[in-house]
């Protein structure tokens, strides 16, 4: 099994960063792609950004050009650096993970809290 742990929200001003940060533990040799998601008050969860196993990324539009995504194997965490926020940006930002344990799963973290401020 692979648990993780979301970090770095926080109340930020409209123009603002955040880093948030997701710790991989368990069978994270079995992690291939990690992912980030959100979710606002009354809206569905929606996909944000991915980075693969080889380091490929990929962005929602929404986001594109303001938010990164990257990993550090050596510390079995991924981050998503968040710039240029807006208050439309505010949500609970998720991180999954794609591994394997008899076949394939999915492991979610418990979500950490993005408010920005006008």
């Known amino acids: 099994q692979v648990q993780l742990v979301e970090s770095g929200g926080g109340l930020v001003q409209a123009g603002g960063s955040l880093r948030l940060s997701c710790a991989a533990s368990?069978?994270?040799?079995?992690?291939?792609?990690m992912g980030w998601y959100r979710q606002a008050p009354g809206k569905q969860r929606e996909w944000v950004a991915t980075?693969?196993?080889?380091?490929?990324?990929a962005y929602a539009d929404s986001v594109k050009g303001r938010f990164t995504v990257s990993r550090d194997n050596a510390k079995n965490t991924g981050y998503l650096q968040v710039n240029s926020l807006k208050p439309e940006d505010t949500a609970v930002y998720y991180c999954?993970?794609?591994?394997?344990?008899?076949?394939?799963?999915?492991?979610w973290g418990q979500g950490t809290q993005v408010t920005v401020s006008s």
């Open positions: 999954n993970a794609n591994y394997y344990s008899y076949g394939p799963k999915i492991a």
């Open positions: 980075i693969t196993s080889g380091g490929s990324t």
């Open positions: 368990g069978s994270v040799l079995t992690i291939s792609s």
